[in-house]
């Protein structure tokens, strides 16, 4: 398994303002992954960080507005940038552990909850 | 792009019953699937990984199947405690996705003591 920290846990921020979400993992890993959480929906997946290269975006996310930064294999941070109530979500980072690091069990970090006003 | 259901949405079951969760997948090019558990406001915590190569598994009170042909994995839980009250996630990971994870929006549940 694989044990990983978020901070901040939960922040209120004003609109037209960035956020900066730390995750922490106690172990190395290739790959990171950042979700997002609309109240009431289930996970998205925002993009894929892998340690000395650029993050990897999903359609509809980009990283003007969600820049990623990865500068060990411990550690990454996203940024949610010019804040609208719209972002108002539940961050989440996740890595894999186990197996072939491509497709194994995947861990989650407890989440950043992130209220825009 | 693969889209996954959960069914039902959300359900109450009193203390002792058993409880069967669905979850539905539409490409069935799957590396494995995970079911988590999601208490209010917090993160995922892993509960069963299947690999696309098995039939099913078990933890404890639970036990998670999979039927890749056709798009279905089932979670039971056994003897249901208010305990197990959460909302419970079902993941696909796709063959050709590096373990990036489609989700279900879950299946909330209430045990009634």
């Known amino acids: 398994s694989a044990v990983i920290s978020q901070k901040p846990s939960r922040d209120i921020c004003q609109r037209g303002t960035s956020l900066t979400i730390q995750c922490q993992v106690d172990?190395?890993?290739?790959?990171m992954f950042w979700y997002r959480q609309q109240p009431g929906q289930s996970l998205t997946l925002i993009a894929t960080a892998n340690q000395g290269s650029e993050a990897t975006y999903e359609s509809g996310f980009v990283i003007d507005k969600f820049p990623i930064s990865r500068p060990n294999l411990t550690f990454s941070t996203l940024t949610v940038s010019n804040m609208s109530p719209e972002d108002s979500s539940i961050y989440l980072c996740?890595?894999?552990?186990?197996?072939?690091?491509?497709?194994?069990?995947?861990?989650f970090g407890p989440g950043t909850r992130l209220t825009v006003l | 792009k693969q889209e996954v259901t959960q069914i039902p949405a959300a359900l109450s079951v009193p203390e002792g019953e058993n409880l069967v969760l669905n979850c539905s997948f539409t490409?069935?090019?799957?590396?494995?699937l995970q079911w988590f558990r999601q208490d209010p406001g917090k993160g995922l915590t892993s509960l069963l990984l299947?690999?696309?190569?098995?039939r099913e598994q078990t933890s404890g009170r639970l036990n998670a199947s999979l039927d890749k042909s056709s798009g279905r994995s089932t979670l039971y839980i056994a003897a249901s405690q208010p305990g197990d009250s959460a909302t419970y996630l079902c993941?696909?990971?796709?063959?050709?996705?590096?373990?990036?994870?489609?989700f279900g929006k879950g299946n909330q549940v209430v045990v009634i003591p």
């Open positions: 996740s890595v894999g552990a186990g197996g072939w690091e491509g497709h194994n069990e995947q861990f």
């Open positions: 993941a696909v990971g796709s063959f050709y996705g590096n373990n990036r994870l489609a």
């Open positions: 172990s190395q890993v290739t790959m």
């Open positions: 299947i690999q696309s190569s098995q």
């Open positions: 490409d069935s090019a799957i590396y494995n």
